[in-house]
């Protein structure tokens, strides 16, 4: 039985310290650590040359936290997010999603346990063209080997959420880009997984539909636990994150909290102090 099991990770972010003799319950219980990343190394070789994409990252991203990644281009950022979707392996460290190993796993229940708890988005928004946007929340479903009338509520509901009930019917090239990736964002979410992995989803929208798509991952972190890994280049969207990590030639060189969605100008100020 080599399929992952659903539990939530061992460690947990933060314990909850509480002055001796303090027995009230006012402490919330810490968030189990859903993405946890030790001393991570991605070497790429070529033929021609060797290309450090990660030169020793190490990140926790506890339940329910919205973390957005910043960097120069090239600077590993879709490494980062690579590996942590179980799409590629490292050259040394380690990555445990909700304690698992995914380097440990077989192949089987590593491409299992990426399909069930793991939400991945594009810049592009890769739909099928010729299914329409329930049919194409619906997929994993299909890829899963499941019948699509199990989905039926669940795909609804989905279209709710991301606000597409009136065009569930149409087919991507009838939708704005930011309907496509709002298709594309409920797809992900199918299988109610504990990560969403958003590599630059807005890189192809105007800011009214990128600010929607923020807003969305955002409620998506509070109202479902959901835990939010996005790459961008935008400091108005890396201000709706809890958090902000910066990386530069392959390692963190910094974090921050930005106070939310307003703060763009600090989270660029920030940004600019630690990049350069
Ligand atoms: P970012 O997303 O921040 O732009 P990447 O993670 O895509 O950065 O890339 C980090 C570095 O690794 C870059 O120098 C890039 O050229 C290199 N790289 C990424 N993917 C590959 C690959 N498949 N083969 C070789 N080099 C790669
Ligand atoms: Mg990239």
């Known amino acids: 039985m080599d399929e992952p099991q659903r539990n939530p990770g061992e460690t947990t972010a933060e314990p909850a310290a509480r002055p001796a003799g303090d027995d009230t319950e006012q402490v919330p219980p810490a968030r189990p650590v859903i993405v946890d990343v030790r001393d991570l190394r991605k070497v790429y070789a070529t033929p021609e040359h060797k290309v450090t994409a990660l030169d020793g990252v190490t990140l926790q991203v506890a339940a329910g936290c919205f973390t957005a990644i910043m960097g120069a281009s090239g600077s590993g950022k879709s490494t980062l997010l690579h590996l942590v979707g179980g799409l590629t392996a490292p050259t040394a460290g380690t990555i445990l999603v909700e304690g698992h190993d995914l380097a440990q796993m077989s192949d089987r229940a590593r491409t299992i346990f990426r399909r069930r708890r793991i939400g991945v988005i594009f810049q592009e928004y890769n739909l099928l063209p010729t299914l329409t946007a329930r049919e194409n929340v619906a997929l994993p479903c299909l890829v899963d080997g499941r019948p699509l009338r199990d989905t039926r509520v ?116 920030r940004y600019q102090e630690l990049a350069g």
């Open 154 to 269: 669940r795909v609804d509901e989905l279209l709710e959420i991301v606000q597409l009930q009136e065009r569930a019917d149409h087919r991507p090239d009838a939708l704005s880009g930011g309907e496509q990736q709002r298709v594309a964002i409920a797809r992900a979410l199918l299988n109610n997984p504990a990560i969403v992995l958003a590599d630059e989803p807005t890189g192809n929208l105007d800011s009214k539909q990128s600010r929607a798509i923020w807003q969305l991952l955002r409620d998506i972190a509070n109202q479902h636990g959901t835990t939010v890994l996005m790459v961008t280049h935008e400091a108005q969207g890396a201000a709706f994150a809890d958090e902000v990590v910066v990386l530069k030639d392959g390692k963190i060189i910094g974090k921050f909290e930005p106070k939310g969605s307003a703060d763009a100008a600090l989270v660029a100020t």
